[in-house]
């Protein structure tokens, strides 16, 4: 089994180390370059200009691996890493249309929140009825950290809940995406995570397994171009594709409250936009934060006053991110007796 994970990780850097050296220049001549909010930090508009979409990157390496060392596992009749890649394409797809709206305008507008909104939940919905009618997922909520069986729901509610878990991380995920490298960083932990979880829990789970392994070595691939100073930004196609593989291994695992630990500071950044703008609205203009995602706040020196970089930043997320990865990863280890 170990064989197998270690294979993927490393064909899906390589991978995704080819793919980039080829990607990134190609969509540097056809200027798919993003354009920057014109309300955030000053130094950001720097950026303007560099390619997006880079997120092609990791999601070609992962596909590589999902159809050549998954292969096996698929002719099984083992799907796991199958239905947790569509619902990551179909995020990821989503996400493209974004962001050729956006390239289309020459402005950092995209698809309509409306839209966007009911396409992540019918992708969801197929999703959770694909996972529920394969056994992946059953109307039982597993308490991770907790030695207790299992909390039976309604059916209908679990399962409306988990839809509602999916389009929260996803969007969730993509707001982290803020500065070079943030949500690339943040994220290598938490594919650390599951691709450990799937190798402790056993040859049962070795396809999810072999998807988290995919995932983290073609994130580590594009991270050679999306570290500070970034020559290319992973686009709503590449943050929706990982929110959705995000959300996707915890629920085809069948513990979607493993999230609040292991996703703290995908949580920590879609709290701070929510308490922004609702208290900026409740206060008729004043602000908790600098600026929000949380990240903004600390680039712009609040509370503290010290201004992060975007190296700090990275340096500082991805280490909490780790942190919480070895907590989680003690919370759910002896879910099958391991």
Known sequence: MIEKL??????????AAIVGKVLVPWLRRIKAGQAIKENGPVWHMSKAGTPTMGGII??????????????????????????VLFLSLAFGAIG???????????QNLGLTAGKKFLLQVAVAALFVFLLR?????????????FNVD???????????????????????????DGVDGLATGTS????????????????????LGIFASALLGGLLGFLLYNFNPAKVFMGDTGSLFLGGAVAG????????????????????????????VGYFKASHGKRVFKMAPFHHHLEMGGWTGKKWTEKELFALFTGISAVFAFISFFGVYGRYGT
């Open 249 to 276: 291994m915890a629920i085809a695992l069948d513990m979607p409250l493993i999230i609040i630990s292991i996703g703290i500071l995908y949580i920590l950044e879609v709290l701070s936009d929510i308490i922004q």
């Open 188 to 207: 290598l932990p938490v594919f650390f995570f599951y691709t450990a979880v799937a190798y402790a829990w056993g040859e049962r789970f070795l396809s």
């Open 58 to 83: 990791f999601i070609t390496a992962t596909v590589v691996v999902c159809l050549t060392v998954g292969f096996s596992n698929m002719m099984g009749g083992d799907y796991g890493h199958i239905f």
């Open 96 to 106: 493209f249309l974004d962001d050729y709206e956006k390239l289309k305008k020459k």
């Open 6 to 15: 270690i294979l993927a990780f490393v064909i899906a850097f390589l991978t």
């Open 133 to 145: 009618n394969f056994g992946y997922l059953t109307p039982n909520l597993y308490v991770p950290f």
């Open 150 to 176: 299992p909390i039976i729901m309604p059916e209908w509610f679990y399962f409306a809940f988990v839809i509602f878990v999916i389009v929260a991380t996803v969007n969730a995920v993509n707001i982290t």
